[in-house]
C-alpha cells in the first residue's frame, strides 16, 4: 500500500511534468505514446515487481486476438480472454498466496486493463462491423472506425496516468488527448447529418487538481484516524449483538459502513487528479463559465453521501465502472440485463464469496428499489414539504440499504457474512422479495400519466446530468457565445 501511494504521487509529478514539457504542441504522439507506456510499466514494475507482466501479456494476447479473429467475433473473444485471465489471477493471488489480506495487490490494476481491452473490443466491433444505423447513439459516438497500432493499444492500456487506480476511460477521448487535437464541441445542422466543430483553448488543470488533492488529504485523514475506531468487523462480534439495541446497530451498521469509504474516495480522486495534471479529463464549462475537469471522474462524494436510491448510489459510486457494465453489458443483453450487469460485477471485482453475497443481494434491492420508486414516489413530489419528508426518509432506507448490503464486501467470506444477515434475520432479503412480488415492476398507470415529466434532484444519473446540464454550457471565448455547443457524447445521450 505504501507503493502504491509513493508511485501514484510520482506519478502526478510524472504527469506535471509530462503536461509541461511533453505538451502537444512540443512534441510528437508516437513520443507521447511511447513516455507514458514506459512510465506506466515502469510504475507497474516498481510497485508489483514482475507481477506486473501479467498487465503485458494480457494486453498484448488480447491484441494479438483482435488481429487474428477480425472485427466481426473478436470482440466476445476478447470479452472471454480478458474476463478469464482476470479470473484466473485472482483464483491464485486469493486461494494459493494470500486468502484476506486486503494489499493493493497486481489484480487491482488488471481490471482497469480488462476494462479497456473489452470496451475497446466492443467499440472496434462497433464502428468496423455494424451497420450505423444499427448503432445506439451512444454507440455510434464511442464507435472506433480503425484498429489502433499496438503502440496506441498498449499506451491506451498501460500509460502511466491510469495503470495504478485507474479511472476507465474511453478510447477515443485518450487519443484524442493524446494526440493533442483541441477539444471539440460539436453542433449537429438540422437534418443531422453534418456537424459543425469548433475549436477552444487549452484550459489550466491546476485549481482542480488542487481541489482534488485537498480531498484525498481530507479522505486519507479521516480514514486514518475515523475508520479505524469503526471497523465493520464490529457488527458481528457476540458482545455487540447480545447487549446492543436494534436502533444502536442500524446506527453503527450505517457509521462503519460510511467510515469505510474514504480510502476509496482518496484512492480514486487521486487518479482523477494525475490524469487532470496531464492535461486530461477537461469536459468543457458550466454554465457560469468555470471549468469542468470531470470526465474521467469515479465518483462524486456529495450525492453518494446523500443519496435518496439505490440508483443515485450507484450511479455516482465507481462512475466508469457502472459506464462500463452499462456499455458492455446491460445495453447488450438479451434478457434480465439487471442480473446479467450484476453478475458480471461480482465476477470482475474478483473470487472472494462476499462479493457474490453483495452483488446478489444488490439484485433484490435493486429491483425492490424500483418497484417502489415507480409505484410510489410520485405521490409524494406535488408539495414542497411532503416531497422534502420523502427525501428525508428515502434518504435513510437507502442509507441502511447501502449498509446491509455491503458488509459481505468487507467482510469477504460466507460464515461472518450469513452471521451478520442472520443475526439481521435476513430483514431486507425478505422484504424486498415482498416488495417485487407485491409492487408491479412498472409504474401505475395514475402515477406514469399524471407525473411523467416530475425528475428528482438528486436521483438523476450520471448521463441524465449531462445531458441537462449540455445546454448550460458556455465559454468564455467571444467566438463561442453565438452559438451553443455539445459534444458528440450529449448529443447521443440526449437521444
Known amino acids: 500500500q505504501v507503493n502504491f501511494v509513493v508511485c501514484q504521487l510520482f ?19 508516437f513520443i507521447r505514446h511511447v513516455v507514458a507506456t514506459l512510465l506506466g510499466l515502469y510504475l507497474a514494475l516498481f510497485c508489483f515487481g514482475w507481477y506486473a507482466l501479467h498487465f503485458v501479456i494480457q494486453s498484448g494476447i488480447s491484441y494479438y486476438i483482435m488481429i487474428i479473429i477480425g472485427v466481426e467475433n473478436m470482440h466476445k473473444y ?24 486486503y494489499s493493493a495487490d497486481f489484480s487491482g490494476p488488471m481490471m482497469i ?12 466491433h462497433d464502428g468496423m462491423f455494424r451497420k450505423n444505423e444499427d448503432l445506439t ?22 500509460n502511466f496516468m491510469g495503470i495504478l487506480a485507474g479511472p476507465l476511460c474511453s478510447y477515443k477521448d485518450y487519443i484524442t488527448f493524446i494526440e493533442g487535437r483541441s477539444y ?16 477552444q483553448t487549452d484550459p489550466s488543470p491546476n485549481i482542480a487538481v488542487a481541489q482534488k488533492l485537498l480531498i484525498c488529504g481530507l479522505s486519507l485523514l479521516f480514514h486514518m484516524t475515523i475508520t479505524k475506531t469503526l471497523p465493520v468487523e464490529y457488527n458481528i462480534d457476540d458482545n455487540f449483538r447480545a447487549t446492543a439495541s436494534w436502533p444502536v446497530r442500524v446506527f453503527y451498521l450505517y457509521m462503519s459502513l460510511m467510515a469505510a469509504r474514504p480510502k476509496y474516495y482518496f484512492a480514486w480522486t487521486l487518479a482523477d487528479a494525475i490524469n487532470n495534471a496531464a492535461g486530461f479529463g477537461f469536459r468543457g464549462y458550466d454554465k457560469n463559465g468555470a471549468t469542468r475537469w470531470d470526465l474521467v471522474s469515479n ?8 443519496s435518496t436510491s439505490f440508483k443515485m448510489f450507484l450511479d455516482n459510486w465507481n462512475i466508469q465502472t457502472a459506464l462500463w457494465l452499462k456499455r458492455v453489458c446491460y445495453e447488450r443483453a438479451t434478457f434480465s440485463p439487471t442480473i446479467q450487469t450484476f453478475i458480471l460485477s461480482a465476477i470482475w471485482h474478483g473470487v472472494y464469496p462476499g462479493y457474490y453475497i453483495t ?9 425492490a428499489a424500483r418497484a417502489i420508486r415507480n409505484n410510489i414516489r410520485h405521490y409524494f413530489v406535488e408539495s414542497p414539504t411532503v416531497k422534502l419528508c420523502y427525501d428525508i426518509v428515502t434518504w435513510m432506507a437507502t442509507q441502511v440499504a447501502i449498509s446491509y448490503t455491503v458488509v459481505p464486501f468487507v467482510l469477504l467470506s460466507v460464515k461472518p457474512s450469513f452471521t451478520f444477515y442472520s443475526s439481521c434475520y435476513f430483514c431486507l432479503h425478505i422484504a424486498s422479495i415482498l416488495v417485487v412480488l407485491v409492487f408491479p415492476s412498472k409504474r401505475t398507470q395514475k402515477g406514469s400519466k399524471k407525473h411523467e415529466n416530475i425528475q428528482p434532484v438528486r436521483s438523476r444519473t450520471l448521463e441524465e446530468e449531462n445531458v441537462l446540464q449540455k445546454n448550460s454550457y458556455s465559454t468564455t471565448n467571444n467566438s463561442f457565445n453565438q452559438k451553443q455547443e455539445i459534444t458528440c457524447r450529449y448529443q447521443a445521450l440526449k437521444q
Open 184 to 199: 471539440q464541441l460539436q453542433q449537429s445542422e438540422a437534418n443531422g447529418k453534418e456537424d459543425t466543430k469548433y475549436e
Open 11 to 29: 506519478a502526478l509529478l510524472a504527469a506535471i511534468w509530462f503536461r509541461t514539457y511533453l505538451h502537444s504542441s512540443k512534441t510528437s504522439p
Open 359 to 367: 452483488f446478489l443481494t444488490g439484485i433484490l434491492m435493486t429491483l
Open 137 to 158: 447513439p451512444s454507440q455510434r459516438c464511442l464507435a472506433v472506425r480503425r484498429m489502433p497500432s499496438l503502440l496506441e493499444y498498449l499506451s491506451y492500456n498501460c
Open 299 to 306: 465518483l462524486r462524494i456529495q450525492q453518494i453521501e446523500f
Open 113 to 124: 486493463i480488462t476494462q479497456k481491452i473489452t470496451s475497446l473490443a466492443f467499440e472496434i
Open 78 to 101: 476478447c470479452f472471454v480472454f480478458a474476463l478469464g485471465y482476470l479470473t484466473v489471477c485472482q483464483i491464485t493471488r486469493v486461494y494459493i498466496f494470500d486468502y484476506g489480506q
